[in-house]
């Protein structure tokens, strides 16, 4: 029995794993709740109540046209009440307008939710992003440099507006609401698009778009006989998207046969196509280039079941082994130039402390090592440049909005610590 | 802190810590992430106004853990498009349901009922008289269930 217990719960905690609850459930779903009515107003008494009072006053108004005279009196306006916020935050520190033109890492401010700091690549805050009212983070992301943030209406990854760093919506190409809008989008390696795989009535179509523009579709033929939309388990993503490139990672991971396609974004046509045995992997990462693919074993996120026996980062162009690591290992993501790569080596899970490396890709050298108590709330590559920005939390904050420290971890194993704690995006 | 006056922080503090639970569950019912958030929340304000009805003294998990269940249940019944992304599975035939089955798959060939004890109880951890109060049916009727469930994995299984 015991045995038993085991493998289910592997197999359970395989599932689970691949689509852990948001950071800030339990913040956004009381929040949530509890702004909504207690119990639904009854209609029924409503009703009978007004219609009580229409009847006295329609009987005193019967009576005052036989008893009293006719009052002419002026018209007086009363002043309408405006509801005016009361700031209850502390006062946070305004580093001004964003430099155009710089790319920054945003963080919430912890004293003023409707403020976003960004900080340059050397740590140093360079402006305070207002927003118009205070947001929910688990709703707002980045474009890579900061130029631009995405706002979803549910935190699932489909935005619906987009904000400058001035704090103003951007105004929506009309011709949006023929599009899915909504559907997951990922930031392509220019920082300006976004990148998703839609299924179109037609088949499925590979979207580029640029914030609040109407998208651009091709055709790609990843499902040529309906199979995967007939097995009723979709489970396509885009794992990376290189508009310099004109390259897609497409994925399909769906507790069948694992698929990764490298597409061509300019017309969709499929470079290369590969598949894996079920469960042998835990996901795949892209480069932000689309040069490299990983193959990230089951292992990397503690399955106890058979898994892939290593973690391997391979050249999309030809499928060759760039580097084999052990399968304990999982990649998160690489640098600009894919010299090195920011990995995790204990399983990255909620409330247990995410131990890190920085390895040189061409040789496995590590080359900075994290082995505190906290946990990897989020990272960030630097557009454009060689470092990470890693987003450290306690293990024991679950929280509504948990505290975070940023670290900048530098390509040459170098860092630098950002004062203060901050809300992640 | 009374029920009565259950506010954001009372709900925080008997539900919050169960929201992830409830999340998993829903997960593990409907096995689409979206609709797991999306239930977990409908679940959760279903509970806010139904609140008065969980008696004082008694556990808000298994309480909360039903109304997920239940709303899961039902949005599998009546939406369209768990038709087109849950279909039922192959059956596995009994004959090679062995040691050496992968337990993946012989999951996933499980009637849903039957997944959702051994979850509760197997994944969730949570005692036989929580997994029947999510279940709806007593204590022994829960066990009956989960033994039943992970025979249909091992057919040679002995219950503990």
């Excluded at chain 1, 008494?45 to 002026?74: D, E, K, Q």
């Excluded at chain 1, 391997?312 to 760039?322: E, K, L, P």
């Excluded at chain 1, 084999?324 to 998160?332: C, K």
Aim: net charge neutral; charged share 20%.
């Amino acid at each position: 029995m015991e045995k038993l217990r085991s493998e289910i719960r592997a197999a359970f905690e395989k599932e689970q794993a691949a689509h852990p609850p948001i950071t800030s459930l339990r913040q956004n779903v009381v929040a949530a709740v509890t702004a909504r009515p207690r119990r639904a107003p009854n209609y029924q008494w409503m009703a009978l109540a007004a219609a009580l009072v229409l009847g006295i006053l329609v009987v005193v108004g019967l009576m005052s046209t036989r008893f009293a005279r006719h009052a002419i009196a002026p018209a007086h306006t009363q002043p309408t009440a405006t509801a005016s916020a009361s700031p209850t935050a502390a006062p946070a520190v305004d580093y001004g307008p964003p430099p155009a033109g710089v790319p920054l890492v945003y963080v919430q401010d912890s004293k003023n939710a409707a403020w976003l700091i960004g900080f340059d690549w050397t740590g140093k805050a360079r402006g305070t992003v207002k927003m118009p009212a205070p947001l929910d983070t688990s709703r707002i992301g980045q474009a890579p440099d900061g130029s631009v943030f995405g706002i979803s209406p549910n935190g699932k990854g489909g935005y619906t507006e987009f904000m400058d760093t001035q704090g103003n919506r951007i105004p929506m190409d009309p011709s949006l609401s023929d599009w899915p809008v909504n559907a997951s989008l990922i930031w392509a390696d220019d920082g300006q698009h976004l990148c998703g795989i839609w299924f179109a009535p037609r088949g499925w179509a590979l979207i580029t778009r640029l914030p609040a523009k109407s998208p651009t579709s091709v055709p790609v033929a990843i499902d040529p006989d309906g199979a995967i939309v007939r097995s009723g388990v979709i489970g396509v993503s885009m794992a990376g998207c290189s508009i310099q490139n004109d390259r897609a990672i497409l994925t399909r991971s769906a507790g069948v046969d694992d698929h990764l396609w490298v597409v061509r974004i300019s017309d969709g046509k499929i470079l290369s196509h590969r598949t894996y045995a079920a469960n042998q992997l835990s996901n795949f990462v892209a480069s932000p280039d689309g040069a490299l693919i990983v193959e990230n074993s089951a292992k990397s996120v503690g399955q106890i079941a058979p898994a892939a026996p290593s973690t391997i980062i391979r050249r999309a162009s030809d499928m060759s082994v760039v580097l084999t690591l052990d399968a304990s290992i999982g990649v998160l993501g690489f640098n600009s130039d894919n010299s090195v790569a920011l990995v995790y080596t204990t399983p990255w899970a909620a409330q247990v402390q995410t131990h890190m490396a920085l390895i040189e890709v061409q040789t496995g050298k590590v080359l900075w090592r994290y082995e505190g108590s906290q946990e990897l709330a989020a990272f960030m590559a630097q557009p454009n440049g060689k470092d990470f920005a890693v987003m450290l939390k306690g293990t024991a904050d679950s929280g509504m909005h948990p505290s975070i420290s940023v670290v900048l971890v530098r390509s040459d194993g170098s860092t630098t610590t950002v004062p203060g704690n901050y809300v992640r995006l | 802190m009374r029920r009565t006056e259950t506010g954001e922080l009372s709900f925080d503090a008997l539900i919050g810590p169960h929201l992830d639970a409830g999340y998993r569950t829903a997960l593990a019912i409907l096995q689409n992430p979206d609709e797991a958030h999306d239930a977990v929340q409908e679940s959760a304000f279903k509970a806010w106004r139904k609140l008065h009805q969980l008696r004082e003294g008694s556990p808000a998990r298994p309480w909360f853990l039903a109304i997920v269940a239940n709303h899961c249940r039902s949005e599998r019944r009546t939406r369209w498009f768990s038709v087109i992304r849950m279909p039922e599975m192959e059956r596995v035939d009994p004959e090679i349901q062995t040691e050496n089955i992968d337990i993946d798959r012989a999951l996933a060939t499980l009637p849903r009922e039957d997944r959702l004890a051994l979850f509760l109880y197997f994944y969730l951890d949570l005692p036989m008289e929580e997994v029947g109060a999510v279940l709806g049916v007593s204590p022994g009727g829960a066990k009956t269930r989960v033994y039943r469930a992970a025979k249909k994995l091992r057919p040679g299984l002995e219950m503990d």
